[in-house]
């Protein structure tokens, strides 16, 4: 069973930063790995991704704020976040996928307030 440990959260105020990481129990090469969040009520949503090859997407919503990168070698992905607002308050989720094979992290509390 693969598991997927997220940290690095906290309360941060508007304008700030935060780094979140992801390390997993086994090799991420050659998989894909994302970051998603959700508030209560709403769908979990894409944040950032990164695939095996290295490529990048972002939402709109985040770009030119957050950096999404993998270090292989440490089974880990992180979430650099800068210039946060009080919209990127959510419960932040790693998960690693391939094909339709997808795993999950349990999830960290980003709150954004002053």
């Known amino acids: 069973q693969v598991q997927l440990v997220e940290s690095g959260g906290g309360l941060v105020q508007p304008g700030g930063s935060l780094r979140l990481s992801c390390v997993a129990s086994?090799?991420?090469?050659?998989?894909?790995m994302g970051w998603y969040r959700q508030t209560p009520g709403k769908s979990r949503e894409l944040v950032a991704s990164i695939i095996s090859g290295g490529s990048t997407d972002y939402a709109d919503s985040v770009k030119g704020r957050f950096t999404i990168s993998r270090d292989n070698a440490k089974n880990t992905v992180y979430l650099q976040m800068n210039n946060l607002k009080p919209e990127d308050t959510a419960v932040y989720y790693c998960?690693?996928?391939?094909?339709?094979?997808?795993?999950w992290g349990q999830g960290t509390q980003v709150t954004v307030s002053s």
């Open positions: 998960k690693r996928w391939i094909g339709a094979i997808a795993y």
């Open positions: 086994g090799s991420i090469r050659i998989y894909n």
